[in-house]
């Protein structure tokens, strides 16, 4: 199961709900969840921000399922 559909399922949400709640087609989102298409750079930042995790995490690049904090100078622009 890809890291998209087990946040989805844990969130209880369904496939509509998402493309609802993040502006993306539900069919392109069937896709990524299926690993038939690669998400956008877009994509990646508003599912991370739907499903509270980092973008690295959604796309495998780390196990670390919480987001790092934002920097001091981040944080002051």
Same mark, same amino acid.
């Given at each position: 199961? %890809?890291?998209?559909? +087990?946040?989805?399922? *844990?969130?209880?949400? #369904?496939?509509?709900? &998402? !493309?609802?709640?993040?502006?993306?087609?539900? %069919? /392109?989102? %069937?896709?990524?969840? *299926?690993? &038939? =298409? @690669?998400?956008?750079?877009?994509?990646?930042?508003?599912?991370? =921000? $739907?499903?509270? #995790? %980092?973008? /690295?995490?959604?796309?495998? $690049?780390? /196990? +670390? @399922?919480?987001?790092?904090?934002? !920097? =001091? +100078? +981040? *944080? !002051?622009?």
């Amino acid at each position: 199961m %890809s890291r998209y559909k +087990e946040l989805r399922k *844990r969130k209880r949400l #369904t496939q509509i709900q &998402v !493309s609802m709640k993040t502006g993306i087609d539900q %069919s /392109d989102y %069937s896709k990524i969840e *299926r690993g &038939v =298409k @690669e998400p956008t750079l877009w994509h990646c930042r508003e599912l991370a =921000k $739907l499903f509270g #995790t %980092s973008m /690295d995490y959604l796309n495998g $690049l780390t /196990d +670390e @399922e919480k987001p790092y904090p934002r !920097s =001091k +100078e +981040e *944080r !002051s622009i």
